[in-house]
């Protein structure tokens, strides 16, 4: 009987409480979609804590997203009646690898201030490096180089450990320089990607036996939410902690696996039990979610996979209504037709909240915000292109970037002359190439210049400045509150201003977004804490409780659940994708249908299917099929209908064009080519080497490049000249022509 348990035990299903209970040890929870996994992890957490097992701080929880990880926090609050604050390991795989990289960062070279980079960033950077070496960016692209780096490090492979086929995925067997001059860059950025973070992790704990043992006393019990899609290197990472205690309880779902394209491998369910020996597996065969037609259209769907486990689900839920699928002529008829029904779903007593629209590509995004902005229909996106990439966020970013992290010189030279001050591209890129053939920061080599005569007039006294600038907002930030000193940097750099002058008619949704992003700020207890979470959120924004309907991809839609579905372009290139049919074999085509499994499995009560009869992709208008998948749904769980009213032609999708890229490479100056040639020479420039270099110029050592008064010079600009002072890197040099000027050792060679 459930008398005498306590109340968070009393709702579970025999098996569900076997797998809270049996804490200790191994335990593998392999059940599908809506079987209650996420509750039982979260139960299980609740349950550790309640009986005193183990205190907040000692267990470590991983869950895919963010979002994930908040919910799990409040319904462990809510279900040991009380708030827990200190639940600081639960997260996603990346944001608790920052976590562990910001306290040991000096080990993998990394100083803690480090900078997560995001997507757009790293392709700059790469592509940077391709210009630099002289590779064809058009034809190798930084897009497919930075996904090949993804996925070296999503296996946990170094760039000295890149295999012989490796190198040869691009640039004609240059794969390894590159991805090692990327790394290198990182460092010197004092800047990781997120695909480090785990790594950087994985090298700490094997270099550092201390460090591991460390967080196994630590840990005493993991839990893993959504286990089928970690990685190689999530793996490993989960296995070497698990170490310590083997108290680990992973979750998951072997036909839900969808991040195989991002190096996810299911088979780390099937080696659960060799890795862990003695390990329990519980499965769980009880929907708790969705209606009979539901489940059996999804389980009919993923019937058509070879490679799988194989389970048995079952509901006691009504059957309800069949599965429907519709046809629609177009794309904008398409966004007609769901959004009339979700006007008559919500006429009819529910709440925009209950609607999700998943797609499999964003871009199908687009028809349906068009159609409820016109409509006044509340909608969100989750995931997705979203606040923070949007050009006035970034900037703000980098202002905050900078303040905290001199390092970073990517937030640099992305607003030392944004807003203008007449700081102009060569100047800029006089900077960064001095920086980098000195192995310093531009924020420290700029510092030196606008002491001297490297850098002029209107430019050196804005640069001076903007540097004071930077140093005084550097020292408010120990004593103000972050979202307080955004607002006063954004004010006093003159960025607000910029915009507030700005007569375009996108200018006020900008000012909108900077307030926006200083309100979202307020909810973290500090800058580094709110930056983290910037560098690791896809959903910040979506943070907002309002009664919307939610819009986002298949991918996003993991883990959650909602009364209506709608899965809209079930059409052979849209879903499966071109993508996975080009591929050709079974392996992607099976991933697509396990997504079209977890789109159908997060329907409570009803799903709706429609595909189109004309579709326009990239710019052209063709005429697709329907999705196969539409074909394998059992005719027992789905309906077709046709809906004749939504057969006509709209006008179509407008062409999308590429924005220009506005970061300005400094790859092309003499400097970096001078440096690329040294560096080539010989001279590495490993973590320690920078130090040293950097320190040798703050002390103003007189060994800088070994100038010493009296010595004879040669600058580029100046022409010949001779030494009168040498102070460290600056020295006062009596020019035959030009007479006397101040400037850097970097730009001097001895004559
Ligand atoms: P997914 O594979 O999609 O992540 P899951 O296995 O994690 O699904 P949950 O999200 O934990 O499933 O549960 C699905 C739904 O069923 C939730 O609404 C949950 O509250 C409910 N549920 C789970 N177990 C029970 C139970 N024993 N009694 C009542 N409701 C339950
Ligand atoms: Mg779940």
């Given at each position: 009987?459930?008398t ?6 009393k709702?579970?299903?025999a ?22 996994k996420?509750?039982?992890l ?24 963010n979002?994930?990880a908040?919910?799990?926090k409040?319904?462990?609050?809510a279900?040991i009646?009380?708030?827990v604050e ?15 990289l ?10 803690p ?13 790469i592509k ?16 497919h180089l ?16 890149l ?24 460092k010197?950025?004092n800047a990781?990607d ?7 992790n994985?090298?700490i704990f094997?270099?550092?036996a ?5 967080y ?18 999530q ?5 070497l ?18 991040y195989?394209w991002?190096g ?6 099937l ?7 003695g ?22 769907l993923?019937?058509s996979?070879?490679s799988r486990l ?26 007609r ?10 006429r009819?007593g ?9 797609v499999?590509?964003?871009w199908?995004?687009?028809a349906?915000?068009d159609?409820f ?5 509340p909608?969100?996106?989750i995931?997705?292109p979203?606040?923070f ?5 970034r ?13 970073d010189?990517?937030a ?7 807003p ?27 510092g030196l210049?606008?002491?001297t ?10 640069l ?7 140093e005084?907002?550097r ?6 509150r ?10 006093e ?8 002058e ?5 200018a006020a ?12 700020m ?11 979470h910037?560098s ?9 409780d309002?009664d919307?309907?939610?819009l ?7 883990g959650?659940e ?5 899965l809209?372009g ?26 079209a ?12 299917i ?29 309906e077709?209908?046709?809906?004749t009213g939504?057969?006509?032609a ?5 062409g ?7 970061f300005?490479?400094?790859?092309d100056s003499?400097?970096?080519?001078r ?16 130090e040293?270099?950097?320190k040798?110029?703050?002390s103003g050592d007189?060994?800088?490049?070994g ?5 004879r ?11 009168l ?6 020295l ?8 006397e ?11």
């Amino acid at each position: 009987g459930e008398t005498g348990l306590p109340g968070y035990l009393k709702g579970l299903n025999a098996e569900q409480r076997a797998a809270v209970e049996a804490t200790d040890g191994p335990v593998l929870v392999l059940a599908g979609a809506g079987t209650g996994k996420t509750r039982v992890l979260t139960t299980r957490l609740a349950h550790i804590l309640a009986t005193g097992r183990a205190n907040p701080w000692e267990i470590l929880s991983v869950t895919f997203t963010n979002k994930a990880a908040r919910e799990m926090k409040e319904r462990v609050g809510a279900i040991i009646g009380e708030a827990v604050e200190g639940l600081p390991w639960l997260g996603t795989f990346h944001s608790i690898a920052a976590q562990i990289l910001r306290r040991h960062a000096e080990l993998v070279g990394l100083k803690p201030s480090f900078t997560i980079l995001d997507t757009d960033d790293q392709l700059r950077l790469i592509k940077q490096i391709l210009q630099a070496e002289g590779i064809d960016d058009k034809r190798w692209t930084p897009r497919h180089l930075a996904s090949l780096i993804d996925g070296w490090k999503n296996r946990g492979i170094r760039p000295e450990k890149l295999g012989e086929e490796d190198r040869w995925t691009f640039a004609d067997g240059k794969a390894d320089v590159l991805y090692r001059l990327y790394q290198e860059r990182l460092k010197v950025l004092n800047a990781c990607d997120f695909g480090d973070l785990l790594l950087h992790n994985l090298t700490i704990f094997t270099e550092n036996a201390d460090v591991l043992a460390l967080y196994h006393r630590r840990f005493r019990y993991l839990l893993v939410d959504e286990y089928q899609d970690t990685n190689v290197c999530q793996y490993l990472w989960l296995r070497l902690l698990a170490r310590g205690s083997g108290n680990v309880c992973c979750v998951g779902d072997d036909d839900q696996s969808i991040y195989g394209w991002r190096g996810a491998e299911v088979d780390n369910i099937l080696r659960f039990e060799t890795d862990f020996p003695g390990a329990t597996v519980i499965r769980l065969e009880r929907n708790y979610r969705s209606t009979g037609h539901i489940l059996g259209a999804a389980s009919g769907l993923i019937r058509s996979n070879r490679s799988r486990l194989g389970k048995t689900l079952w509901t006691e839920d009504d059957p309800g209504e069949k599965v429907q699928v519709r046809g629609l002529w177009d794309g904008d008829a398409e966004a007609r037709f769901v959004a009339d029904e979700i006007e008559a779903f919500v006429r009819s007593g529910n709440q925009h909240n209950d609607i999700a629209i998943l797609v499999r590509a964003s871009w199908q995004m687009r028809a349906f915000e068009d159609r409820f902005i016109m409509l006044g229909l509340p909608y969100k996106v989750i995931g997705g292109p979203r606040f923070f990439e949007r050009a006035e966020v970034r900037d703000a970013h980098a202002y905050m970037r900078l303040v905290r992290s001199a390092e970073d010189d990517l937030a640099f030279e992305r607003i030392v002359n944004v807003p203008k001050r007449g700081i102009g591209e060569t100047s800029v890129q006089k900077i960064a190439a001095a920086a980098r053939s000195a192995g310093v920061s531009m924020s420290e080599m700029a510092g030196l210049m606008v002491q001297t005569d490297e850098i002029r007039g209107k430019a050196r006294t804005a640069l001076q400045v903007f540097l004071r600038d930077v140093e005084r907002w550097r020292a408010q930030a120990d004593t103000m509150r972050h979202d307080e000193l955004a607002e006063i940097i954004l004010d006093e750099s003159g960025y607000t201003a910029m915009w507030r002058e700005d007569k375009s008619p996108q200018a006020a949704g900008r000012l909108d977004n900077l307030k926006e992003l200083i309100r979202s700020m307020g909810g973290f207890d500090t800058l580094e804490a709110y930056l983290e979470h910037v560098s690791l959120v896809a959903d910040l924004d979506q943070a907002s409780d309002g009664d919307e309907v939610s819009l986002m991809t298949l991918h996003a839609a993991k883990g959650l659940e909602f009364p209506l579905v709608f899965l809209p372009g079930w059409e052979e290139t849209v879903f499966p994708s071109q993508r996975s049919l080009d591929e050709g074999g079974t392996a992607s085509l099976e991933e697509e249908r396990r997504l079209a499994y977890v789109g159908i499995t997060r329907a409570r009560e009803r799903a709706i299917i429609s595909f189109t009869a004309n579709r326009m992709i990239f710019g052209r208008w063709q005429s697709v099929l329907p999705s196969r998948f539409i074909d394998e749904l059992p005719p027992e769980h789905a309906e077709a209908k046709s809906e004749t009213g939504y057969y006509d032609a709209g006008p179509g999708f407008a062409g999308v064009s590429e924005p220009a890229d506005p970061f300005r490479s400094a790859y092309d100056s003499p400097g970096w080519k001078r440096f690329k040639a040294a560096q080539e020479s010989g001279a590495r420039r490993d973590p320690g080497v920078i130090e040293g270099k950097a320190k040798l110029i703050e002390s103003g050592d007189n060994g800088a490049g070994g100038f010493k008064r009296g010595d004879r010079v040669f600058h580029l600009k100046f022409g010949y000249g001779r030494i009168l002072v040498a102070d460290g890197a600056k020295l006062t040099v009596a020019f035959d022509k030009a007479g006397e000027k101040k400037v850097v050792s970097s730009f001097v060679e001895k004559a």
